[in-house]
C-alpha cells in the first residue's frame, strides 16, 4: 500500500475506476493514521497516569454499583479506640482485655510512682501525718530505650595439675569458649544481625548505616559491614538455605517472580546491565511457608528449569514465556495480571460512553471471579474445588465467549489485553485442577515487593557475591516473616549458635534451625 503522504498527492485522473480505487485506498491509510494516533494517545494517558496518578488498581464503587472488591484497611478512616471504662454501681471500672491491654501485654512494665513530698504529708487543719488511701492508674506510655554499644570481652583459662606439674607429662587444659561469628574481627552474633535487619528489612543501605554507627561512637566503613554480611552469610546462612531450597522442591504448589536488579562489577557485563533476583515461595497448602531468593545474571527460563530441578506440581506465574522452560510442571497463569491488562486500558481512557466499555467488561468478569474466590476462602481444598467449578467455570466460559466477539484495533491498549488472555488461555484455567492453587500469582509478587522496595533505596549490588548473599539473607528474612518469627531474633540465633554446630559432618542439626521448628519457634516467634 502506498504511503498516505503519497496517497495525498494524488489527483483525479477522470477515470472512475482509478479515483474510487483511490479513495478506497485513501480511507483505508486515513482509519489507519487514526488508529495509530488513537494507540499514541492511549500510550501518553497511560503514561501519565503511572508517573502522577496513583498506583492502585481497585475498582471504585461507582464504576460497578458494587462495593470495592479490593478494599483494605486503609480505606476505613477513625481513631484507634482507647480503652472502655463502664459504669458499674456507682464506680467507674474498665472493660476487661481493652485493644491497648491487648497490645501491650506481653511487654515489661515499669511503673513511676508519684508520691507527695515528705514536707507535704501533714494535714493542714491537725497537723497529723497524711496516710494512703487509693491508688490510681494515671496513663501509660511506650518508652524508647536507645540501644548501646558494649565489647564483650572473652576470657579463658588454663589450667594445670600442680602434681604432674613437675613430671615429664605435665596436664594442661583450657576452659571451653564460644567460636566466634566471624575470626579476627569485631563481629558479633548481635551487630551482624543488626546490620542484616537494617539492610534488609528497613531498606537501610549500608552508606547510612555507616553514618549512624558514627553517631554511636565507632568508626565502622561500609566496606567492613559489607564484608560482615557477605562472609557470615556464606558460612552460616548459606545452609540454611539450602536445606529450605530442598524442602521447597518437594512441595505440590509453588509461585515464581523475578525482577531487574544492578550488579556494578559482574563479570562480562557492563555495570548499567540487568541481572534478575528470582523468586520462589510456597502456596497456600496448609503446611510451613518458604519463601526464596535466587541471583543470576540473566533472565533466562533455565534459570527456573535449573532450580526447581525435581518440582513435580502446579507452578505460579505471570505471562512470562521463559517459564515454558520448567518441565514436568502444570503451569498456573494469574487472573491479577490478565485484569491489569483491562485496567490500563480504561486508564488509558480509550472510549468513553454511557454504557460499560470493553475494557470495563472485561475487568468486571475479572472482578466477579475475585469475588468469588474470597467466598470460598477457608474451605476445604476439595470443597473449594467443587465450588469452583460449579460457580467460576460457567463464568470462565462466558468470558472466553465474549472475548471472541472483540475485534480491537491492532496496537490498542485493549488489542494488548485480549491477545495476552488468549496467549494464556491454556494457563488460565489450571487452578482448577486443584483446591490449594491460587487465582493469582500475588504471592509472589507480596513476597519479591520487600526486594524491590529495597531496591530503591540502595540502587544496585556492588559485586556478585554481594547479590548471593544479599538473596540467602532476603531468603530467611522473608521465610522468618511468613512463619511469624522476629526477624531480627532468628538472625541473631543463626549466627550465635551456627558456628557451633557441626552441620557438616551432622546436616540433621540443620532440622532444628528451621523457622518453623519447636527450638525457633520457642524463642524467636512473635509475641501476640
Not at 225 to 233: D, G, K, P, S, V
Request: aromatic content about 10%; glycine content about 6%.
Amino acid at each position: 500500500m502506498n504511503s498516505f503522504e503519497e496517497l495525498l498527492k494524488k489527483k483525479p485522473t477522470g477515470n472512475k475506476e482509478e479515483d474510487t480505487a483511490c479513495i478506497t485506498e485513501l480511507q483505508s491509510a486515513l482509519h489507519e493514521v487514526l488508529g495509530e494516533l488513537k494507540n499514541q494517545d492511549e500510550i501518553i494517558r497511560l503514561f501519565r497516569k503511572k508517573q502522577f496518578g496513583s498506583s492502585s488498581e481497585r475498582t471504585k464503587p461507582d464504576e460497578t454499583g458494587q462495593t470495592n472488591l479490593f478494599n483494605e484497611a486503609e480505606a476505613e478512616t477513625g481513631e484507634a479506640p482507647e480503652p472502655v471504662r463502664k459504669t458499674g454501681r456507682g464506680f467507674m471500672r474498665t472493660e476487661p482485655k481493652t485493644g491497648r491491654e491487648k497490645l501491650l501485654e506481653h511487654l515489661p512494665i515499669e511503673e513511676c510512682v508519684c508520691e507527695l513530698p515528705e514536707e507535704e504529708m501533714q494535714c493542714p487543719h491537725c497537723g497529723s501525718k497524711l496516710a494512703k488511701i487509693g491508688r490510681e492508674i494515671i496513663r501509660e506510655e511506650l518508652e524508647y530505650v536507645p540501644a548501646k554499644l558494649t565489647v564483650i570481652r572473652y576470657i579463658r583459662y588454663a589450667y594445670a595439675c600442680p602434681k604432674c606439674k613437675k613430671t615429664t607429662h605435665p596436664y594442661i587444659v583450657k576452659s571451653a569458649a564460644p567460636s566466634p561469628v566471624l575470626n579476627h574481627s569485631l563481629a558479633s552474633a548481635s551487630s551482624v544481625a543488626y546490620v542484616m535487619y537494617r539492610k534488609y528489612v528497613n531498606g537501610m543501605p549500608l552508606y547510612r548505616q555507616e553514618k549512624d554507627w558514627e553517631q554511636q561512637g565507632i568508626a565502622l566503613s561500609r566496606t567492613t559491614l559489607a564484608n560482615w554480611i557477605i562472609r557470615c552469610a556464606e558460612d552460616w546462612l548459606f545452609p540454611i538455605r539450602d536445606v529450605l531450597h530442598r524442602k521447597l522442591v518437594q512441595r505440590d504448589i509453588l509461585h515464581c517472580d523475578e525482577t531487574p536488579v544492578q550488579v556494578l562489577k559482574e563479570p562480562g557485563k557492563k555495570a548499567e546491565s540487568k541481572s534478575y533476583m528470582w523468586l520462589y515461595r510456597t502456596g497456600e497448602d496448609e503446611k510451613p511457608p518458604i519463601v526464596l531468593y535466587d541471583y543470576k545474571p540473566s533472565r533466562s527460563g533455565e534459570n527456573a528449569a535449573n532450580y526447581l530441578t525435581g518440582f513435580q506440581g502446579y507452578l505460579h506465574t505471570d505471562g512470562y514465556s521463559g517459564y515454558n522452560k520448567v518441565t514436568g510442571i502444570t503451569r498456573c497463569g494469574c487472573w491479577a495480571h490478565l485484569r491489569r491488562y483491562f485496567v490500563d486500558t480504561i486508564e488509558a481512557g480509550t472510549t468513553q460512553g454511557a454504557g460499560f466499555t470493553n475494557a470495563e467488561i472485561g475487568r468486571n468478569y475479572c472482578d466477579q471471579l475475585f469475588a468469588i474466590e474470597k467466598t470460598l476462602f477457608g474451605l476445604p481444598d476439595e470443597q473449594r474445588k467443587e465450588e469452583r467449578l460449579k460457580l467460576e467455570k460457567p463464568l470462565l466460559e462466558a468470558f472466553w465467549c465474549w472475548l471472541e466477539t472483540l475485534n480491537p484495533l491492532r496496537g490498542s491498549r485493549l488489542g494488548k489485553a485480549v491477545t495476552y488472555a488468549f496467549g494464556q488461555k491454556p494457563y488460565m484455567e489450571n487452578y482448577l485442577l486443584d483446591g490449594r492453587c491460587s487465582i493469582s500469582n500475588n504471592l509472589a509478587e507480596n513476597s519479591i515487593r520487600p526486594f524491590t522496595v529495597g531496591r530503591k533505596n540502595w540502587l544496585f549490588s556492588d559485586t556478585v557475591n554481594g547479590a548471593k548473599a544479599s538473596a540467602a539473607i532476603y531468603s530467611l528474612v522473608e521465610t522468618a516473616k511468613a512463619n511469624g518469627l522476629n526477624i531480627y531474633a532468628y538472625l541473631n540465633y543463626l549466627l550465635l549458635y551456627m558456628p557451633d554446630t557441626d552441620f557438616h559432618c551432622h546436616p540433621e542439626l540443620l532440622e532444628d534451625l528451621m523457622p518453623w521448628s519447636q527450638r525457633i519457634l520457642d524463642a524467636c516467634k512473635i509475641e501476640s
